[in-house]
C-alpha cells in the first residue's frame, strides 16, 4: 500500500511540463528533482514531500519519450502517479524505473487529500472522503517490476534474462 498526500494537476501534461528540456542533459538527479513541474507548479520543488501522490488527468506524460521525466518525479519523492490516462512511452519508462502508475477514470481526489494505493488490488481509497475509486488493474510482472525498483534490477534477479 502506498498512502499519501496528493497534488492534483489537469490534463493533457506533457514531458517538458513534467520537467524542461533545458535541464535534461544532467546526470544530477537532485538536479531533475528541484526543477520537476516548474513550468507549470513553480512551487511544486518547494511543497512536495517524499511519499506525496501526484493526481492528473488524460494523457499525462505525452510528448518525449525521455526517461528523464519519470526519474524527476521519482526523485522529487513521488510515490505514485495517478492519471485518467497515461502516454504510453511514459507509462513504461515509469514502470521502467520503478514509478507506480494507476490509471483511474472517475475520482473526486481534490489537493491536500490523503489517498492509500493497492497496486494489486487495483483499488484508490480518498481517506479524507472515504470514496473508493477502481483503477486498472496492472499485471502482476509490472507489480515484480515496480518491487525489484525497476526493470534492471527485476532483470538481474531473474535468471532467464541476460543483460
Not at 31 to 43: C, Q, S
Amino acid at each position: 500500500m502506498l498512502r499519501g498526500r496528493t497534488h492534483v494537476y489537469g490534463d493533457d501534461i506533457d514531458t517538458d511540463r513534467i520537467i524542461p528540456g533545458k535541464y535534461t542533459k544532467t546526470l544530477d538527479m537532485s538536479e531533475l528533482a528541484a526543477h520537476v513541474l516548474e513550468d507549470l507548479d513553480p512551487n511544486f520543488s518547494k511543497i512536495v514531500q517524499p511519499g506525496d501522490i501526484l493526481v492528473a488527468g488524460k494523457n499525462f506524460g505525452s510528448g518525449s519519450s525521455r526517461e528523464q521525466a519519470p526519474v524527476a518525479l521519482k526523485r522529487a519523492g513521488i510515490a505514485v502517479v495517478i492519471a485518467r490516462s497515461f502516454a504510453r512511452i511514459f507509462f513504461r519508462n515509469a514502470i521502467n524505473i520503478g514509478l507506480p502508475l494507476v490509471e483511474v477514470k472517475h475520482h473526486t481526489i481534490r489537493p491536500g487529500h490523503e489517498v492509500e494505493v493497492d497496486l494489486i488490488g487495483g483499488v484508490v481509497h480518498n481517506l479524507t472522503t472515504g470514496e473508493t475509486y477502481q483503477a486498472t488493474r496492472m499485471p502482476s510482472v509490472m507489480i515484480d517490476i515496480l518491487n525489484a525498483g525497476g526493470l534492471v534490477n527485476y532483470l538481474k534477479t531473474h535468471r532467464d534474462y541476460k543483460l
